[in-house]
């Protein structure tokens, strides 16, 4: 008798792609609402949240997809795709930052959603 897995994968893997899909579409709409908006206040915090969330989503996709599905070449180019960004993003940080630290501390931001910053 075949011994069943703890999680059903055609399920994660169904999860995976809405939830790719959900945040590419997002962040899509909060580039085009800030190509379109008068800059009021209230405007860039909603703008702020719908390409942040998203982006802070990436990278847990990247690392779920990766760790649970790195035999699957269709999640591991999606997650190539979603880690072009965090790429750009590290660059761009290294250059302009005074030390590593400064950087690691974004990427915490980035990995628990920004809520640190709250407090």
Same mark, same amino acid.
């Given at each position: ?13 169904? *999860?995976? #792609? ?20 008068? #800059? ?11 390409? +942040? ?9 990247? *690392? ?10 269709? *999640?591991?180019? *999606? ?11 590290? +660059? ?5 930052? #005074? ?21």
């Amino acid at each position: 008798m075949p011994k069943k897995s703890k999680f059903d994968r055609k399920k994660l893997e169904k *999860i995976f #792609y809405i939830i790719t899909i959900i945040s590419v579409l997002v962040f899509a709409m909060g580039l085009l609402m800030s190509t379109f908006t008068s #800059y009021n206040i209230t405007e860039l915090d909603v703008i702020d949240f719908m390409v +942040i969330i998203p982006f802070c989503t990436w990278a847990w996709l990247i *690392i779920f997809g990766l760790v649970l599905f790195h035999k699957d070449w269709k *999640i591991c180019l *999606i997650c190539g795709i979603l880690f072009l960004p965090h790429l750009l993003l590290l +660059i761009v940080d290294y250059q302009y930052s #005074y030390s590593i630290m400064d950087v690691l501390k974004q990427y915490l931001l980035i990995f628990t959603f920004g809520i640190p910053r709250l407090f």
